[in-house]
């Protein structure tokens, strides 16, 4: 059984950077991992996603929605322990609690289906980032 351990967070003035942590370790060592973020009222939604493992015909990423392009980075540390997700040019708008998602099959970690939030099996507690100005 996977599990998925995030840390950071916090509050951040527009224009700011903060970097969001993820550690999947567990099951398989190979996992589409995911940024989500959801504001209140609205649909969780993803941000961004890379694949750990190599050689798997299906990934073309790193994947970044384009509300996020340019500003966030996903990536592993050189451990190849977590994967951080460095967010720069804070918006107001990026405002919401952020989750970190995995899922062990390299399959899912394509254009075509990286986004899609039920293919994830594990999840991480959320973390609240807040932008203001």
């Known amino acids: 059984q996977a599990q998925v351990q995030q840390s950071g967070g916090g509050s951040v003035q527009t224009g700011g950077s903060l970097t969001l942590s993820c550690a999947a370790s567990?099951?398989?060592?190979?996992?589409?991992v995911a940024w989500f973020r959801q504001a209140p009222g609205t649909q969780r939604e993803a941000v961004a996603a890379i694949y750990t493992g190599t050689g798997s015909r299906y990934y073309s990423g790193p994947y970044y929605a384009d509300l996020v392009k340019g500003r966030f980075t996903i990536a592993e540390d050189n451990a190849k322990s977590r994967i951080n997700l460095q967010m720069k040019s804070m918006k107001h708008n990026d405002t919401a609690t952020y989750y970190c998602?995995?899922?062990?099959?390299?399959?899912?970690?394509?254009?075509?289906?990286?986004?899609?939030?039920?293919?994830?099996?594990?999840w991480g507690q959320g973390s609240q980032v807040t932008v203001s100005s």
């Open positions: 998602a995995a899922n062990g099959m390299g399959y899912y970690c394509s254009g075509a289906y990286w986004t899609a939030r039920d293919l994830y099996n594990y």
């Open positions: 567990g099951g398989n060592t190979d996992y589409c």
